[in-house]
């Protein structure tokens, strides 16, 4: 996942906050998620985030319709549309969006 945050410090600890505490609902540990090395452009700061895909599967057995129901065609897009409606939607200042997605968007990348 990419995210895009206009306050980086601020947000990537609300960010691991969340994980933790949905990652801890599967038993998992703070090993199973990480973000890579934060580049900033135009005010913005981008950074990848990888989430072990054994946790996702997990938390789709845990919340199941919740997470099955969300938009998406794959099991990757329905789990961050998930994320961002559950979680991401109460802070306008960050946004995830599947690396993939990005890069088969038709407009490119900006």
């Not at 609300?14 to 900033?40: A, C, W």
């Not at 319709?65 to 897009?77: H, R, T, V």
Request: aromatic share 12%.
């Amino acid at each position: 996942m990419q995210v895009a945050s206009s306050n980086y410090e601020r947000d990537a600890r609300y960010l691991g906050t969340i994980l933790m505490q949905i990652i801890r609902t599967v038993h998992g540990k703070e090993s199973d998620f990480h973000f890579g090395t934060p580049e900033n452009t135009f005010g913005w700061t981008f950074c990848t985030l990888t989430v072990n895909r054994m946790i996702v599967q997990q938390l789709i057995q845990l919340f199941g319709n919740e997470i099955l129901k969300a938009k998406g065609s794959s099991l990757d897009q329905k789990f961050v549309e998930w994320l961002k409606k559950r979680y991401i939607k109460k802070n306008p200042n960050i946004d995830i969006k599947l690396v993939s997605d990005l890069k088969s968007s038709r407009f490119g990348l900006f």
